[in-house]
């Protein structure tokens, strides 16, 4: 027998086992013998003999090809969100994903997660602007990053320095998010003022407390929301379901919080400003 180096073998022997060999004897005449050898070794499943213990045959069953461990990661995780979203949940991802969570190429993570109503939080907060997150990385692309369901409002997101709080070659990742919007829980109560009003010849304040307005709305996407919300009432005849409840709770929220915050820096306008 030819003998080969390997990095690995799986043997399986058949001879006839009908009659019986001489207890002296060290030898089986006749009989066969499968081997296989190296990276095939390790996908051997089971193996057989001929069944009439004739030693006629010897079998090594081969397992199939097994899925590639990152297809078989990304695939396994939309599937569980899909089912958690089909359950009526919203879902936040933090992930080390090991390529540029950047990227929109259709085959990138990214437009993978886009596909089951997932966004990376805090590019949406830097306004585009990409930085490595890994500390060998010399490409100055992110790998790390947090996603979320369109349901979890997201107020603000950023990074952390390396080492800032734990020993790692990542940057640390975090997200703060509208709680009442996203869980439905109840909000503090806010400090009460008595803003100051603001009179119609203070042309200069009438502008700046507009222009926070414009901003905060824009921040917050505001009028499209409100569009959607229109578009989903009319869908439903007009009949407001508890999602959508909540979703005009949480716009009539954030427009409160963003007028209150221009009228705490230039005063409140007269009601006419308001609808110019």
Request: proline share 3%; glycine share 8%; charged share 25%.
């Amino acid at each position: 027998m030819r003998q080969e180096a390997s990095n690995g073998y799986y043997s399986v022997t058949a001879h006839n086992e009908n009659r019986a060999r001489p207890i002296a004897s060290s030898s089986q005449y006749g009989g066969c013998a499968a081997t296989i050898l190296n990276s095939v070794a390790h996908q051997a499943k089971s193996f057989g003999r001929d069944p009439t213990k004739l030693g006629r045959w010897a079998d090594v069953r081969i397992q199939g090809r097994q899925r590639e461990p990152r297809e078989a990661f990304v695939v396994d995780l939309l599937r569980a969100i899909t089912k958690w979203r089909d359950g009526g949940c919203e879902v936040i991802l933090g992930v080390d994903a090991n390529e540029d969570v950047s990227s929109l190429k259709t085959s990138s993570f990214r437009h993978r997660l886009r596909e089951v109503g997932m966004e990376e939080a805090i590019l949406q907060q830097q306004a585009g602007r990409t930085a490595a997150t890994q500390q060998r990385n010399r490409k100055g692309k992110p790998i790390d990053g947090i996603f979320t369901t369109t349901g979890v409002v997201v107020k603000a997101g950023g990074y952390y320095n390396f080492d800032k709080f734990f020993l790692c070659d990542h940057w640390g990742l975090w997200i703060d998010i509208d709680l009442e919007c996203s869980l439905g829980v109840h909000r503090p109560q806010k400090t009460p003022y008595q803003p100051r009003k603001l009179t119609m010849s203070d042309t200069t304040a009438v502008r700046r407390y507009l222009h926070l307005v414009h901003q905060g709305y824009n921040t917050y996407s505001i009028s499209s929301r409100l569009e959607h919300l229109h578009e989903q009432l009319k869908l439903n005849e007009g009949k407001m379901t508890a999602k959508m409840g909540r979703s005009y709770k949480c716009l009539h929220q954030q427009m409160y919080d963003i007028r209150r915050k221009a009228e705490a820096k230039w005063g409140r306008p007269y009601a006419r400003i308001l609808t110019a």
